[in-house]
Nanobody, 117 residues
Framework: QLQASGGGLVQAGGSLRLSCAASGLTLRYATVGWFRQTPGKEREFVAA????????SYADSVKGRFTISRDNAKNTVYLHIDSLKPEDTALYYC????????????WGQGTQVTVSS
């Protein structure tokens, strides 16, 4: 299971750190991604990290403001968000894709981020 947390109501320009904790699932052979979705829009990719190599990737819209990282000991992936903008308001999900599989097969329940202007 994946448990996402850390969302909240923040003023524009502020920061947040989202957490994605895994239980009963080892992430050693996984890519963990963050996605976000707003009502009426498709879910969009935000960032991902390959656990074994710590290789990261980001959507162009968040490069320079979002940082994805992992903590081996806690089996947790973080998404640190700086300089929050109102357009970052969304429900943020984390997901895991096991190496060798094409799809993200494990999803967390989502954590809401709301940015006020």
């Amino acid at each position: 299971q994946l448990q996402a947390s850390g969302g909240g109501l923040v003023q524009a320009g502020g920061s947040l750190r989202l957490s994605c904790a895994a239980s009963g699932l080892t992430l050693r052979y996984a890519t963990v991604g963050w996605f976000r979705q707003t009502p009426g829009k498709e879910r969009e990719f935000v960032a991902a990290i390959i656990w074994r190599t710590s290789t990261t990737s980001y959507a162009d819209s968040v490069k320079g403001r979002f940082t994805i990282s992992r903590d081996n000991a806690k089996n947790t992936v973080y998404l640190h968000i700086d300089s929050l903008k109102p357009e970052d308001t969304a429900l943020y999900y984390c997901a895991a894709r096991i190496t060798g599989y094409s799809d993200y097969g494990f999803w967390g329940q989502g954590t809401q981020v709301t940015v006020s202007s």
